[in-house]
């Protein structure tokens, strides 16, 4: 099965192959079956009870735009762990000379590697 990263994935999944895997890897399931079933044939229709939309920090794009964990990017910055998570979840802000730096790998990734 593909990845679901966009809504319009869900109007091409295989509503069946999805229930028969869950169920494949929890039988217990098996008692929520006509539900799932319905369930995902409502979300492949469009019709959701709520959608949800995370924003994530501009901080978090960079380090995922190098594919680092919040560890391996700390550490070829030079911070703390703590420090990149609160910046990522907005409880602090980066000093000047960070934030410069932050921009810069935002817009050239690649020169993460230069500050190991």
Do not use: C, Y
Request: cysteine-free.
């Amino acid at each position: 099965m593909n990845d679901i990263k966009t809504l319009e994935d869900l109007k091409h999944i295989d509503v069946d192959a999805i229930v028969a895997a869950v169920i494949a890897d929890d039988p217990d399931a098996e008692m929520i079956r006509e539900s799932l079933t319905r369930s995902l044939q409502e979300a492949k229709a469009g019709q959701f009870g709520r959608v949800t939309k995370i924003e994530v920090s501009p901080i978090a794009e960079t380090r995922h735009k190098m594919g680092l964990s919040q560890s391996q990017f700390a550490k070829a910055i030079g911070i703390s762990v703590n420090t990149l998570k609160s910046w990522e979840q907005g409880q602090r802000k980066p000093s000047g000379a960070a934030e410069a730096l932050l921009k810069i790998l935002g817009k050239h990734p690649d020169l993460v590697a230069e500050l190991g």
